[in-house]
């Protein structure tokens, strides 16, 4: 069974660079057929696409987010992760990580981490 | 920017049916947004209920199901359950690899 698993720090001081790792486990990340995405949460709000990648390193991002968000893949470590710059309180949120099944007849994320809560507090 | 639009909330009581809706700020919803639909409880991980409008995802009882009402999307639960009381986002497809979630809807039942 597919197992995803975010790791991170939880506390990122405002300005910096928030960096989370999603661990996938039960199935591969080089999938022909999967992206890897991450969503976020901010407390009591609703969910937001950040971005997802494939395994070569294809990416897509959301645009509200594109100018600080990189995703990037490790096949070797069967990983994947988010680097989001420049953060603010605004950016405290739980961050989740989802495979994300895009093709031609559908985009949805069928299996998800449990989440993250990232704060950012000086 | 396109705004994926969800009702704020809605109630349903115990045995009841409710059907929740996912537009668009402009244009129609059709199949081609690949309109998908998550639960949520609180302090959990969204859990996938329907993908391409209408296939219930794995596990999910039939109870749930989508469908394009008028120009939006729909997620309707026949027989509301207690358990049913969740959060329900909707997704939407834009094309060139973007993804938009709804706001959201909050369902009580009661």
């Known amino acids: 069974q597919l197992q995803l698993q975010e790791s991170g720090p939880g506390l990122v001081k405002p300005s910096e660079t928030l960096s989370l790792t999603c661990s996938v486990s039960?199935?591969?990340?080089?999938?022909?057929?999967?992206?890897w995405g991450w969503i976020r949460q901010p407390p009591g709000k609703g969910l937001e696409w950040i971005g997802s990648?494939?395994?070569?390193?294809?990416?897509f991002y959301n645009p509200s987010l594109k100018s600080r968000v990189t995703v990037s893949v490790d096949t070797s470590k069967n990983q994947f992760s988010l680097k989001l710059s420049s953060v603010t309180a605004a950016d405290r949120a739980v961050y989740y990580c989802?495979?994300?099944?895009?093709?031609?007849?559908?985009?949805?994320?069928?299996?998800w981490g449990q989440g993250i809560l990232v704060t950012v507090s000086s | 920017q396109t705004v994926v639009t969800q009702e704020p909330s809605f109630s349903v009581s115990p045995g009841g049916t409710v059907t929740f809706t996912c537009g668009l700020s402009?244009?129609?919803?059709?199949?081609?947004?690949?309109p998908s639909w998550y639960q949520q409880t609180p302090g959990q991980a969204p859990r996938t209920l329907i993908y391409?409008?209408?296939t219930r995802s794995s596990g999910v009882p039939d109870r749930f199901s989508g469908s394009i009402l008028g120009n939006k999307a729909a997620l309707t639960i026949t027989g509301a359950q207690a358990d049913d009381e969740s959060d329900y986002y909707c997704?939407?497809?834009?094309?060139?690899?973007?993804?938009?979630f709804g706001g959201g809807t909050k369902l009580t039942v009661l």
């Open positions: 989802a495979r994300h099944l895009m093709e031609a007849t559908t985009s949805h994320f069928d299996s």
């Open positions: 997704v939407l497809y834009m094309g060139s690899g973007i993804s938009v």
């Open positions: 039960g199935g591969s990340i080089s999938s022909s057929i999967h992206y």
């Open positions: 402009s244009g129609s919803v059709s199949s081609d947004f690949y």
């Open positions: 391409s409008t209408k």
């Open positions: 990648i494939r395994h070569t390193g294809n990416t």
